[in-house]
């Protein structure tokens, strides 16, 4: 055959022997081992892939990744008979197949939702009323005596206990605490319905 032969085989060796050369590194041997497996191996493998699995996968990826993974492992290959390499390679294609099917079945299908589906986000009047409330507790906050306003800060928005209102304010007791938050309480609560 001519060396500008399109379908002259880069190497007449056996494979064995391609195998052994492509483990000392030599990249003709690997390419002479694919140009003599994929073809095969492509016809063996159409088909084979189920509907189900088909995205964005075809017959071409899984044959080239079996051939990948079967090139990253040549140093631990050991073919035993005439067709080893072919058999590998088909392996490989198989538990790629079966790997594609266990990653369909863990996702669930794509279902398109109606238009009509309400959000999960706070409408605009719920995020409006939602503002003026708290515009409401600030401003009845901000008409508090400053020491009252401390409380109810600590007591609500900082959710201090009554202990530890009483060690920072310097209340005598516990008791003293709780009365003085309920006042400043109370008089946050008048200024909220005033505001009504």
């Known amino acids: 055959m001519s060396q500008n032969d ?3 085989l880069l190497s007449d060796e056996p494979t064995v022997e391609l195998i052994i050369r492509a483990r000392r590194g030599d990249h003709s041997a690997v390419n002479a081992i694919l140009q003599r ?3 095969p191996l492509t016809r ?3 088909g084979r892939l189920p509907a189900v699995a088909r995205g964005a996968l075809d017959t071409g990826d899984l044959v080239q990744d079996a051939a990948i993974s079967a090139i990253a492992r040549l140093d631990t290959f050991e073919p ?8 590998y390679l088909r392996q490989s294609v198989i538990n790629r197949i079966r790997d594609e099917m266990r990653r369909v079945g863990r996702r ?3 279902v ?19 503002h ?20 109810v800060i600590a007591r609500v928005e900082a959710q201090w206990s009554l202990s530890e209102i009483a060690d920072h304010f310097g209340f005598n007791s516990v008791d003293a605490a709780r009365m003085a938050v309920r006042r400043a309480a109370e008089r946050l609560g008048a200024a909220l319905r005033d505001q009504q």
């Open 6 to 8: 399109t379908t002259a």
């Open 37 to 39: 497996c994929l073809p």
């Open 44 to 46: 063996w493998a159409h």
């Open 80 to 87: 035993r008979h005439v067709g080893a390499m072919q058999a």
């Open 108 to 110: 669930p299908a794509a």
């Open 112 to 130: 398109e939702l109606p238009p009509d589906v309400p959000s999960d986000d706070p409408s605009p009047l719920d995020q409006a009323l939602e």
């Open 132 to 151: 003026e409330s708290y515009e409401r507790y600030r401003s009845a906050l901000n008409g508090l005596k400053p020491r009252e306003r401390e409380l």
